[in-house]
């Protein structure tokens, strides 16, 4: 039994992708040390070792066709990182002016998308790299030409093994979406407690985390599925055996996204429950579904993982049937005041029936049926045309984007200036450590400042003893293939722990040239002096404090909640359909909750002088994700509404309470606003409601009176999210703390 298991994890450990990026790098490394140690080439070594780096740093995950057009875009900016270091080294001067203004290019060159970004870092690692010995080249071309040779070695490796496992990348993300729905479920499942007195508000804010878990993994997975599924070209048939998986993790990722939407729904107040049922065992059957239903989708995450296929077992379905006569149980025992609440427990067992359902189908998903209900939103621009616009949109003061290229601009001609003005023969390593350190927020930065130090420290404490113990080139090239597996291991996870690997890299690789030893005290001095050039770059050339961000953001969330709602009550009308509109608007609205708890998770970690109050701040947080759980309520239980009538007063109370949404979100922007006048009009909607008779469709008020209830919810919150509006205004906080 255990070597099945050892067998099970080293197999799902050699299909992870940072795995087989680290078998590439090994690949590389190897088809550089071994030939020129043969060849006795050993100067050459150093070189094509670091373009190896910085090729692996500039690689991402795109299909072949797009993976070969970004090689081709990563040399070309190699080249002119390199040759223009070369031309430009002896004149201090220019050298500063072509410092600047490329940092502030290659870091704009991210705007035009994701997989811009690591080409622009990496150029930028590159540029530094070639003036660590660019006193030292012969030639013009010398030093580039062994730069780029280990880059392109490295890039044809990438391209092979993408041809090879094509969809390796989705996969893993998938098992990701997957992973992070079994920690949503098992966080939804503990709110399931029949306690009269227990505090709720730990465990939401912990739903909210799960969630933004949950939103995260499914960008990356659309992401990846996007740069998967495009194009080929004439490299593959279009029925080949990857593009049919590529369509069957395709339609995983659209039954992922269903099952999301349901487990963030909120049927009731689960206090009130845990109140209404305290003496009975209706809740903890729930918690146990719940549980079950979150192991299956551990199970999922391992099978895609391992790339097995999935089997669906017999625990959820019995849990099912278990709450299932529980409930029937519970209804025929019930007096008249638990009517409501065993009303909403139908409409949970119904979501969590359906969710059983679509656990079940991922042995075999449905493929989509139309093209509109298969199509993935493109998030970046396409052609070089509005690429290229949207480069030049962000060179704004306003833009992040922009922000950081020019702080890390004076970063690092700060850092020139030291090494000019100092005299030091080695001190472009500030340099790298300015560039590996400053990151375009505050808390990230202060994050990499602490483990580059560490990571440093170590190395070089481990540097020294290394290099007496292992005195010839053969055992120090060993050392440096290893370090540079490690590096990439380590990248993502530990960057500590990367650091000191590449730490111990750069001294082996220059002890190979002579200069081992004496690298180590100026490795230490300038990492030191490159954090603290970034320390005063991050907090005085136009900080970027989330502070600014967290206003704007939480009237943009509440907008995307409002038309995700509003999306929602027109397919009552015309019935249920997964058009690419509705899907946009239910991804705006997780995305935008998701990310107003990133931001003021950021927030927290910079200094208190750039804080708004931090209870306030997380109320408004915990509300509007209790508002996105009930709006997902009324969309996880989408139907056609036949009668129109009954119809026409859902519209009246959405149309309402649309209004008051709207307000709130004047209100965050410090617009004028209605918004007392718009919450009494749906208090007045309401008086007209109408109510169940004999009739009347039942289906339809059932229908009908769970959208009312969740609006309800939605309208009882929003006096309380107006007030925190009002005190999370500039004026009001600056006279609370006078």
């Given at each position: 039994?255990?070597?099945?298991?050892?067998?099970?994890?080293?197999?799902?450990?050699?299909?992870?992708?940072?795995v087989?990026?680290?078998?590439?790098?090994?690949?590389?490394?190897?088809?550089?040390?071994?030939?020129?140690?043969?060849?006795?080439?050993?100067?050459?070594?150093?070189?094509m070792?670091?373009?190896?780096?910085?090729?692996?740093?500039?690689?991402?995950?795109?299909?072949?066709?797009?993976?070969?057009?970004?090689?081709?875009?990563?040399?070309?900016?190699?080249?002119?990182?390199a040759?223009?270091?070369?031309?430009?080294?002896?004149?201090p001067?220019l050298?500063?002016?072509?410092?600047?203004?490329?940092?502030?290019?290659?870091?704009?060159?991210?705007?035009?998308?994701?997989?811009?970004?690591?080409?622009?870092?990496?150029?930028?690692?590159?540029?530094?790299?070639?003036?660590?010995?660019?006193?030292?080249?012969k030639?013009?071309?010398?030093?580039?030409?062994?730069l780029?040779?280990?880059?392109?070695?490295?890039?044809?490796?990438?391209?092979?093994?993408r041809?090879?496992?094509?969809?390796?990348?989705?996969?893993?993300?998938?098992?990701?979406?997957?992973?992070?729905?079994?920690?949503?479920?098992?966080?939804?499942?503990?709110l399931?407690?029949?306690?009269?007195?227990?505090?709720?508000r730990?465990?939401?804010?912990?739903?909210?985390?799960?969630?933004?878990q949950?939103?995260?993994?499914?960008?990356?997975?659309?992401?990846?599925?996007?740069?998967?599924?495009?194009?080929?070209?004439?490299?593959?048939?279009?029925?080949?055996?990857?593009?049919?998986?590529?369509?069957?993790?395709l339609?995983?990722?659209?039954?992922?996204?269903?099952?999301?939407?349901?487990?963030s729904?909120?049927?009731?107040?689960?206090?009130?429950?845990?109140?209404?049922?305290?003496?009975?065992?209706?809740?903890?059957?729930?918690?146990?579904?719940?549980?079950?239903?979150?192991?299956?989708?551990?199970?999922?995450?391992?099978?895609?993982?391992?790339?097995?296929?999935?089997?669906?077992?017999?625990?959820?379905?019995?849990?099912l049937?278990?709450?299932?006569?529980?409930?029937?149980?519970?209804?025929?025992?019930?007096?008249?005041?638990?009517?409501?609440?065993?009303?909403?427990?139908?409409?949970?067992?119904?979501?969590?029936?359906?969710?059983?359902?679509?656990?079940?189908?991922?042995?075999?998903?449905?493929?989509?049926?139309?093209?509109?209900?298969?199509t993935?939103?493109?998030?970046?621009?396409?052609?070089?045309?509005?690429?290229?616009?949207?480069?030049?949109?962000?060179?704004?003061?306003?833009?992040?984007?922009?922000?950081?290229?020019?702080?890390?601009a004076?970063?690092?001609?700060?850092g020139?200036?030291?090494?000019?003005?100092?005299?030091?023969?080695?001190?472009?390593?500030?340099?790298?450590?300015?560039?590996?350190?400053?990151?375009?927020?505050?808390?990230?930065?202060?994050q990499?400042?602490?483990?580059?130090?560490?990571?440093?420290?170590?190395?070089?404490?481990?540097?020294?003893?290394?290099?007496?113990l292992?005195?010839?080139?053969?055992?120090?090239?060993?050392?440096?293939?290893?370090?540079?597996?490690?590096?990439?291991?380590?990248?993502q996870?530990?960057?500590?722990?990367?650091?000191?690997?590449?730490?111990?890299?750069?001294?082996?690789?220059?002890?190979?040239?002579?200069q081992?030893?004496?690298?180590?005290?100026?490795?230490?001095?300038?990492?030191?002096?490159?954090?603290?050039?970034?320390?005063?770059?991050?907090?005085?050339?136009?900080?970027?404090?989330?502070?600014?961000?967290?206003?704007?953001?939480?009237?943009?969330?509440?907008?995307?909640?409002?038309?995700?709602?509003?999306?929602?009550?027109?397919?009552?009308?015309?019935?249920?359909?997964?058009?690419?509109?509705?899907?946009?608007?239910?991804?705006?609205?997780?995305?935008?909750?998701?990310?107003?708890?990133?931001?003021?998770?950021?927030?927290?970690?910079?200094?208190?002088?750039?804080?708004?109050?931090?209870?306030?701040?997380f109320?408004?947080?915990?509300?509007?994700?209790?508002?996105?759980?009930?709006?997902?309520?009324?969309?996880?239980?989408?139907?056609?509404?036949?009668?129109?009538a009954?119809h026409?007063?859902?519209?009246?109370?959405?149309?309402?309470?649309?209004?008051?949404?709207?307000?709130?979100s004047?209100?965050?922007?410090?617009?004028?606003?209605?918004?007392?006048?718009?919450?009494?009009?749906?208090?007045?909607?309401?008086?007209?409601?109408?109510?169940?008779t004999?009739?009347?469709?039942?289906?339809?008020?059932?229908?009908?009176?769970?959208i009312?209830?969740?609006?309800?919810?939605?309208?009882?919150?929003?006096p309380?999210?107006?007030?925190?509006?009002?005190?999370?205004?500039?004026?009001?906080?600056?006279?609370?703390?006078?």
């Amino acid at each position: 039994m255990s070597s099945s298991l050892a067998i099970s994890d080293l197999n799902r450990a050699l299909r992870a992708p940072r795995v087989q990026q680290c078998f590439m790098v090994l690949l590389a490394l190897l088809g550089v040390v071994l030939p020129c140690w043969y060849l006795n080439y050993n100067g050459l070594i150093t070189p094509m070792v670091l373009g190896i780096i910085a090729g692996a740093l500039a690689d991402s995950d795109t299909n072949v066709k797009e993976k070969f057009k970004a090689l081709v875009i990563t040399l070309l900016c190699f080249s002119i990182a390199a040759f223009s270091i070369e031309t430009l080294f002896s004149r201090p001067w220019l050298f500063s002016l072509g410092l600047g203004l490329s940092t502030i290019g290659f870091i704009m060159l991210g705007a035009m998308g994701k997989r811009y970004q690591p080409i622009a870092f990496a150029s930028l690692l590159l540029a530094v790299y070639t003036m660590l010995d660019a006193g030292n080249s012969k030639t013009l071309w010398h030093l580039p030409a062994a730069l780029l040779s280990g880059a392109s070695l490295y890039g044809v490796i990438a391209l092979i093994q993408r041809w090879c496992w094509p969809n390796i990348i989705v996969r893993f993300q998938m098992a990701k979406v997957f992973a992070a729905l079994d920690q949503q479920f098992a966080s939804k499942s503990e709110l399931f407690y029949p306690l009269n007195n227990y505090d709720v508000r730990p465990l939401r804010l912990k739903n909210v985390r799960t969630n933004t878990q949950v939103v995260t993994a499914l960008n990356s997975a659309k992401l990846a599925l996007q740069q998967t599924l495009s194009p080929w070209g004439d490299l593959r048939s279009p029925n080949s055996r990857s593009d049919q998986e590529a369509e069957r993790l395709l339609s995983l990722y659209f039954l992922a996204q269903d099952i999301h939407e349901r487990i963030s729904a909120s049927h009731y107040l689960y206090h009130d429950l845990a109140k209404t049922f305290a003496f009975s065992d209706i809740l903890f059957r729930f918690k146990r579904l719940l549980e079950q239903q979150a192991a299956v989708c551990h199970r999922i995450a391992d099978c895609m993982r391992e790339g097995e296929s999935y089997v669906h077992g017999e625990e959820s379905p019995k849990a099912l049937e278990e709450v299932q006569k529980s409930l029937l149980h519970v209804r025929l025992q019930a007096q008249d005041d638990q009517q409501d609440a065993i009303e909403q427990l139908r409409f949970l067992y119904d979501n969590l029936a359906a969710i059983e359902q679509l656990l079940a189908q991922v042995s075999a998903p449905t493929p989509c049926g139309t093209i509109e209900e298969r199509t993935l939103v493109e998030d970046e621009p396409v052609g070089l045309r509005n690429r290229s616009r949207l480069v030049w949109q962000h060179f704004s003061i306003e833009s992040p984007l922009f922000r950081h290229g020019v702080r890390l601009a004076a970063a690092l001609l700060a850092g020139y200036a030291t090494i000019q003005l100092l005299n030091l023969e080695r001190g472009y390593w500030i340099l790298l450590t300015t560039l590996f350190v400053c990151q375009q927020s505050y808390s990230a930065t202060r994050q990499r400042l602490r483990e580059r130090i560490t990571g440093t420290l170590l190395g070089l404490l481990a540097g020294l003893p290394l290099l007496l113990l292992v005195p010839t080139m053969e055992g120090q090239l060993v050392f440096v293939v290893i370090s540079g597996v490690m590096f990439f291991y380590y990248r993502q996870q530990r960057y500590a722990i990367a650091t000191f690997f590449i730490t111990l890299l750069v001294l082996l690789c220059f002890n190979q040239l002579g200069q081992g030893f004496a690298v180590m005290l100026p490795r230490l001095f300038d990492t030191l002096m490159g954090c603290l050039l970034t320390v005063l770059a991050v907090n005085f050339v136009l900080p970027d404090w989330h502070i600014n961000r967290l206003r704007p953001l939480m009237a943009t969330t509440i907008a995307a909640h409002r038309d995700y709602l509003a999306h929602i009550i027109v397919q009552y009308r015309h019935g249920k359909k997964d058009s690419l509109a509705y899907r946009i608007a239910r991804r705006d609205a997780n995305r935008q909750d998701a990310e107003l708890n990133t931001v003021l998770t950021n927030m927290l970690k910079e200094p208190s002088r750039h804080q708004l109050d931090n209870e306030l701040c997380f109320r408004f947080m915990n509300l509007s994700n209790a508002m996105l759980s009930y709006i997902s309520t009324i969309g996880a239980h989408r139907a056609q509404i036949d009668d129109a009538a009954t119809h026409d007063w859902v519209a009246k109370a959405h149309r309402a309470l649309h209004g008051q949404l709207s307000a709130l979100s004047d209100a965050l922007e410090g617009k004028e606003n209605d918004f007392i006048q718009e919450r009494e009009q749906f208090e007045k909607s309401l008086e007209t409601w109408p109510q169940k008779t004999d009739n009347s469709d039942s289906q339809d008020s059932d229908v009908a009176n769970l959208i009312l209830r969740q609006l309800r919810l939605i309208h009882a919150i929003l006096p309380e999210m107006y007030h925190l509006a009002e005190q999370l205004q500039p004026n009001a906080l600056q006279v609370a703390k006078s």
